[in-house]
């Protein structure tokens, strides 16, 4: 069986409604993890976006591929030795935040979490988004492998906001 990486990515988006108590509690009991989808792709991103304007409602939407890119939207995957080395360089969102290439360098069997955060302006307003990746990496990864286990890898790139 070859070895697969499987990506999920948690979005949570909101504006001011719910920044501040009592929506704000509604908001942080949101879940950051899903069980994993079962597929036989090398490479799947499993997105899952809950968006204020949608009640926080979780939507999904999958991507496959036959072998691992070397990027996706800001991640980036490179594959040497039996040894995923897991980049993130973002490129939305204040503050500012440099990339760096080699955040995580996952063993098979491995999975790395990061979370980032940040604070958007657009024409109908501001609004903030909070974003956890799960990537694992491995022959056989396990439906409970992002809410039930610890990663080996745990990335915090979140920033005070406000």
């Known amino acids: 069986m ?7 990515s948690v979005v949570i988006v909101w504006t001011k409604a719910t920044r501040g108590a009592p929506r704000a509690h509604e908001r942080a009991a949101l879940p950051r993890a899903f069980a994993v989808p079962f597929s036989d792709a090398v490479y799947l991103h499993d997105t899952i976006a809950m968006y204020e304007r949608e009640d926080f409602r979780p939507r999904r939407t999958q991507t496959s591929e036959r072998r691992v890119p070397s990027n996706d939207g800001a991640l980036q995957f490179h594959f040497a030795d039996n040894t995923l080395t897991v980049g993130f360089f973002p490129f939305w969102g204040q503050p500012k935040r440099r990339g760096q290439r080699d955040l995580a360098q996952l063993s098979p069997n491995d999975y790395a979490r990061l979370r980032s955060n940040a ?4 024409y109908s307003g501001q609004y903030y988004s909070e974003t956890v990746h799960h990537i694992a990496f491995g022959e056989r990864i396990p439906e409970n492998r992002f809410d039930d286990a610890r990663p ?9 906001l406000f």
Do not use: F, G, K, Y
């Open 2 to 8: 070859p070895l697969r990486v499987i990506v999920q």
């Open 119 to 122: 604070r958007h302006t657009s």
């Open 152 to 160: 080996e890898h745990d990335v915090d790139w979140m920033a005070d």
